[in-house]
């Protein structure tokens, strides 16, 4: 009996540490070593869709700072819960329209939000369309943050023209996405040859 108990505790152990954000989310080459299934989706997802690493996960740092459930705040009227701002949800937050979408045209049907693979492969898609439909490069962090939190739509219109905040929240993007794209230089053939964990 006890036996079972502990493997039921390393087990619930194991699996709090395969969702927990990484320790160091600053630096890619750290998060990387410290969850290596990470690297090979964001290998995956760079390969399907032609977006860069870093980029991908310098808006993921930005949405959720790697929290596998992240929501917005519920809010409150008194003291009683009214909903949430919105149905935006995991490590990409992503709302459930824009989900239900990715799941259609990739045939993902079995993939959740909450997954860091099926995550990054979400943004690996949303990136590349917004190539196709704005023509925004993918090596653009500032850019394809902006599509992100407008819409392929509102970017278009440049609704976040009017939205200082915003700007500047895509260049702190835009400056992560560069710090990690210098970091992942240094270290990426290691990562890639499990030089690492040998």
Same mark, same amino acid.
């Given at each position: ?6 493997? @039921? ?6 699996? %709090? !540490? ?5 320790? /160091?989310?600053?630096?890619l !080459? ?11 989706? %964001?290998?995956d #997802? ?5 977006? $860069?690493?870093?980029?991908? #996960?310098? #808006? ?8 596998h459930? %992240? /929501? $917005? ?29 990715? +799941? ?16 990054i492969?979400? #943004? @690996? ?5 917004a190539?196709? =439909? ?11 943050? =902006?599509?992100?939190?407008? @819409? ?30 210098? +970091?992942?230089?240094? !270290?990426?053939?290691q990562?890639?040859? @499990?030089?690492?964990?040998?």
């Open positions: 009996m006890w036996k079972r108990l502990v493997l @039921g505790s390393l087990s619930l152990g194991l699996a %709090a !540490c395969s969702s927990s954000p990484p320790a /160091q989310p600053e630096n !080459c750290q998060i990387f070593r410290e969850k290596p299934d990470w690297h090979e989706a %964001a290998l #997802m760079s390969k399907r869709w032609g977006t $860069p690493v870093q980029v991908v #996960m310098a #808006m993921m740092y930005q949405e959720s700072s790697f929290v459930d %992240a /929501q $917005p705040p519920m809010g409150y009227f008194l003291f009683i819960p009214t909903g949430r701002a919105s149905s935006a949800y995991g490590y990409a937050q992503v709302k459930d329209d824009t989900w239900d979408d990715y +799941q259609r045209e990739t045939g993902n049907s079995w993939s959740d939000r909450d997954d860091f693979a099926d995550a492969d979400f #943004m @690996g898609w949303y990136t590349n369309k190539q196709k =439909l704005n023509g925004t490069s993918k090596w653009d962090a500032y850019g394809q943050y =902006l599509n992100y939190h407008e @819409g392929w739509g509102g970017y278009r219109r440049g609704s976040y023209r009017s939205k200082g905040w915003l700007m500047k929240v895509s260049r702190k993007v835009e400056a992560r996405a560069q710090r990690y794209g210098a +970091q992942y230089r240094q !270290c990426k053939d990562l890639s040859s @499990g030089g690492w964990f040998s």
